[in-house]
């Protein structure tokens, strides 16, 4: 990324770490959605599940205090947290492989994490943008929901989630359609729009990637992957809509322990992989700019 943070995120209470963002939402007030929508949309991100309204109001005071200046760095770091080791390790061991649809992927998703923590990252959304597309192609098709574009087939699966929503009353029915408008001006402005019209330094954005257009330099940062798997998790989300899986985060167990174990090991051998410790492939500074 051509930006550089202009803030600097502390961690959180070491004890908190692995479940504070993710807990459940029925234990918070959730009144402030649309202000989210309007915040997170304005950085080319969405409302996610499975995040505390806790975490959500700094971040979201953060953008607008800082409105142009907080770039595309100072998300990832907030990003970061969220998407934390044992946060995803939960999520690889308790929620993917038993989500409808899902689960088809569950492979290919665990393997893109262990690319993500591996420092991969070009490796990682790679492997995640066909299985957005894919997982939601099989959600909308078991809704009866026309697919017959990327984009459209998004925003359509999004609109017939909240009229089901609405009818059958499902959850805080308001909150909810917040998060699936928010959603769905991120398929439609970021992650879907053409790649010659997307005017964010991070370039998350399907098309440059998997028709070729971004190469080495154009992406391959962990903002990339946050984006790309809070789409998958936006996906388990209103999978559950009609299956009988939790809308909550799921709780770390001790498979899950083991995998963040894991996972954190992966990150310290990011640090010492061949090609970055001589800077064998050394990147250009983007646009110029370190």
Known sequence: MTDTPTSHWSRPNPA???GRFWRDRSQEDMS?????????????????????????????????DKGGSFKQPDLEIALSFIYSPDNLAAMV??????TPHINDFKMIISEAVEAHFLGLNHIAVSGLMPVI????????????????????????LANDCKNDVIKNNIGNVDEIISMMESFIYFAENHIYIHSNKYL????????????????DNDYGDPINFYKSISAIDFLCFVSAFRAPVSC????????????????KACIVRSKIHPYMANNLFKPTPRNGVD
Not at 93 to 98: A, G, H
Not at 133 to 156: H, L, M, P, T
Not at 200 to 215: F, K, V, W
Not at 248 to 263: L, N
Request: hydrophobic content about 35%; overall charge positive.
């Open 16 to 18: 908190s770490d692995s």
């Open 32 to 64: 402030a959605l649309d202000h989210y929508k309007i915040s997170f949309n304005s950085v080319g991100w969405f409302i996610p599940p499975y995040v505390t309204n806790g975490f959500l109001d700094v971040l979201s005071k953060a953008i607008s």
């Open 93 to 98: 061991t308790e929620r993917y492989p038993i």
């Open 133 to 156: 597309e894919g997982a939601g192609k099989k959600i909308s098709d078991s809704r009866g929901v026309q697919f017959d574009s990327i984009k459209n087939g998004f925003v359509n």
């Open 200 to 215: 964010l330094s991070d370039n998350t954005n399907r098309h440059g990637i998997l028709h070729g257009a971004y190469s």
């Open 248 to 263: 909550f985060a799921p709780s770390p167990t001790e498979r899950s322990r083991q995998i963040a174990t894991f996972y």
